[in-house]
């Protein structure tokens, strides 16, 4: 729930829905550097996430002999680590580094394991 739609239904005022429909000029700023590097960082991971999904089994195959069999294994092992991250780590994370800076170590540890296969 973002700041502006707390303010906006009265959650955070203390009104009793009587700020919808309101705005400030506050809320009608965009800090349009933000919006650009938040963009370039999803345009990597999409890229990069993009490319993962598509090469890594013919990888698998390719360079290590593995089978579907294998393949869908270590696919799985790769989901549950990452679906382990989102459970367990990413609240402590993203306090610490904040919403761009998770993105950004989302983009960075994509492209390292890119790297680190071929």
Same mark, same amino acid.
């Not at 989102?86 to 800076?101: H, I, K, T």
């Given at each position: 729930?973002s700041?502006? $739609?707390?303010?906006? !239904? ?6 009793s /829905?009587? /700020? #919808? ?15 650009? +590097? +938040? ?5 990597v991971? #999409? ?10 089994? !013919? ?13 869908? #294994? ?12 989102? #459970? !367990? ?9 904040g919403?761009?800076?998770?993105g950004a170590?989302?983009? !960075?540890?994509?492209? %390292?394991? $890119? %790297? /680190?296969?071929?």
């Amino acid at each position: 729930e973002s700041i502006g $739609l707390r303010r906006g !239904l009265g959650g955070e005022d203390g009104e009793s /829905g009587g /700020g #919808v429909g309101k705005s400030t000029s506050e809320d009608k700023r965009v800090s349009w550097p933000l919006v650009l +590097i +938040i963009f370039a960082i999803s345009f990597v991971y #999409v890229v990069g996430q993009c490319c993962f999904s598509s090469f890594f089994p !013919l990888l698998m195959n390719d360079r290590f002999g593995a089978s579907p069999r294998d393949i869908g #294994v270590v696919s799985t092992c790769y989901a549950l680590v990452a679906l382990s991250f989102q #459970v !367990l780590c990413y609240r402590v994370v993203s306090r610490r580094l904040g919403l761009l800076g998770v993105g950004a170590l989302g983009a !960075l540890a994509i492209a %390292a394991g $890119l %790297a /680190g296969l071929g």
